[in-house]
């Protein structure tokens, strides 16, 4: 089983920047990638990164127009997602998750995911 807890969110002014971090503990080398994704009120899922552990490679959303970049620290199992310029409409809830194939990485239902972390950002 692999447990995900995300820290770092919070509220910020437009423009401004975060850093998500998801600290991964349990079998993590059963997993195929590890990933962030986003939900607002009232929106669907939205996957917003992933990194692939056999092949390093990353997926971003088109909407982030290269504002965030995902990176993994292996010796420490944690996850992070690095946000700048960030705009009003990122406001939503973050969540790490992490899928056991790739198939599953390049969808938007993972097999494990962390309880969120609100990120809040005003105009």
């Known amino acids: 089983q692999v447990r995900l807890v995300e820290s770092g969110g919070g509220s910020v002014q437009a423009g401004g920047s975060l850093r998500l971090s998801c600290a991964a503990s349990?079998?993590?080398?059963?997993?195929?990638?590890m990933a962030w994704f986003r939900q607002a009120p009232g929106k669907g899922r939205e996957r917003v990164a992933v990194s692939y552990i056999d092949t390093s490679d990353t997926y971003y959303a088109d909407s982030l127009e290269g504002r965030f970049t995902i990176a993994r620290d292996n010796a420490e199992n944690t996850l992070y997602l690095q946000m700048d310029s960030l705009q009003p409409e990122d406001t939503a809830m973050y969540y790490c998750a992490a899928g056991r194939s790739v198939v599953t990485c390049r969808g938007r239902d993972f097999d494990y995911r962390g309880q969120g972390t609100q990120v809040t950002v005003s105009s």
């Open positions: 349990g079998v993590t080398t059963a997993v195929a990638c």
